[in-house]
């Protein structure tokens, strides 16, 4: 089917990509042309805040439209924006040992104002595992604690900062990789708990996000055996709609962790994880690298709408909940970078300064200069 078609258009919203570089290249203006949902930015593609604010406003205004630019922005370990003027924080554990929730509130919005200030719209943060495995490999000190319940309410506390900020929040990985051993950028991991201990440990988190109605949710490319035998939670209808939506009551958006993982990307196809976690219940897919991948995926999900694999309502359920994501938080191209440094910003900063390090604002101002 020809990209110009209304179809085709109507799937690609279904993505967002990553691309390579700090400028637009040929594979990203067609595909923005061809109606996908946004693009998320690495570390790659960023530069100084003002090489990247202005990649942002490039793309905006390439657009022509309301176009979602995210990033992984969490804290720690995990933060595309590094370097003056954005803030270094701690990972989500040490915010997790002090138990505040005004203080994951006021991290929110610092992230919040820092990423709005260089054109994002969208934060894949907080992190709703939790961390009961001291040997996963990819979790750890990116989780606020051992304990469910701290891990829901500090993590609703940050994403409403996030969002009182004007940046969604998307937590992340349903329904739980806080527990494997393995991976899933690497190798497909499995937990093989039963369901009386994901709802008592791993779902806990999600609930409380569900509950509290905040922005969206990430998959977890994660086997859940006692969900769905041998099928990954981002394409197990099970765990997506079953669970999640019916269940746990959540409607915002749901998006999967990138479909270029080696837990998809060498078990299944890319095309067939879009097409089978569309009827699972994903409302967007991250596709981050190949141009190629990402046109592939597109043209699958449009054959499956066409031969009736993929009801056509399916995907105006998904339009539904990214118009509204996109009413809420899509912001134009605009010059903000001014706002590094001002005075909310500076309160922001100085007021965390002071709660991570035990010093007065006034002397963790001074040190920093």
């Not at 998320?40 to 100084?48: D, H, S």
């Not at 690497?186 to 009386?196: K, V, Y």
Request: aromatic share 6%.
């Amino acid at each position: 089917m020809s990209p110009a078609s209304a179809l085709y258009r109507d799937c690609a919203r279904l993505f967002m990509v990553g691309f390579p570089g700090t400028r637009i290249d040929a594979d990203l203006a067609a595909l923005m042309d061809d109606g996908i949902y946004g693009a998320i930015l690495f570390k790659r593609n960023v530069g100084t805040a003002a090489e990247t604010a202005a990649l942002c406003r490039e793309i905006k205004t390439r657009a022509g439209r309301p176009f979602i630019l995210s990033v992984d922005q969490e804290g720690g370990r995990v933060a595309r924006l590094r370097g003056e003027p954005f803030t270094a924080l701690p990972p989500m554990r040490e915010l997790g040992q002090r138990g505040d929730e005004a203080l994951a509130e006021r991290v929110g919005r610092l992230l919040a104002h820092e990423l709005r200030a260089v054109g994002f719209d969208w934060d894949f943060a907080p992190v709703l595992d939790v961390d009961t495995n001291p040997a996963n490999p990819v979790i750890g000190d990116r989780s606020f604690s051992r304990d469910p319940v701290e891990v829901g309410r500090l993590g609703v506390a940050l994403a409403k900062g996030l969002e009182a900020g004007g940046v969604a929040s998307c937590g992340k990985h349903f329904p739980g990789h806080g527990d494997t051993t393995t991976d899933s950028h690497l190798t497909l991991p499995r937990l093989p708990h039963d369901l009386e201990r994901l709802r008592r440990v791993e779902l806990v988190p999600f609930q409380a996000f569900a509950k509290a109605g905040l922005a969206s949710l990430m998959t977890a490319h994660v086997l859940f055996d006692a969900l769905e035998q041998g099928v990954p939670a981002t394409m197990s209808h099970r765990a997506l709609h079953d669970l999640l939506r019916k269940e746990l009551g959540f409607d915002g958006v749901l998006v999967s962790d990138d479909l270029e993982m080696k837990a998809i990307a060498d078990h299944y196809s890319v095309a067939e994880a879009a097409v089978q976690g569309t009827l699972a219940g994903v409302d967007l897919f991250l596709v981050c690298h190949k141009a190629d991948v990402q046109r592939t995926a597109i043209e699958a999900l449009v054959k499956a709408v066409e031969s009736g694999r993929v009801p056509r309502e399916r995907i105006t359920e998904a339009h539904r909940r990214l118009d509204a994501l996109a009413a809420r938080f899509a912001h134009p191209a605009e010059d903000r970078l001014a706002t590094l440094g001002d005075a909310e910003h500076r309160s922001l900063a100085e007021g965390l300064a002071s709660a991570f390090t035990g010093k007065d604002p006034t002397e963790v101002m001074l040190a920093s200069r």
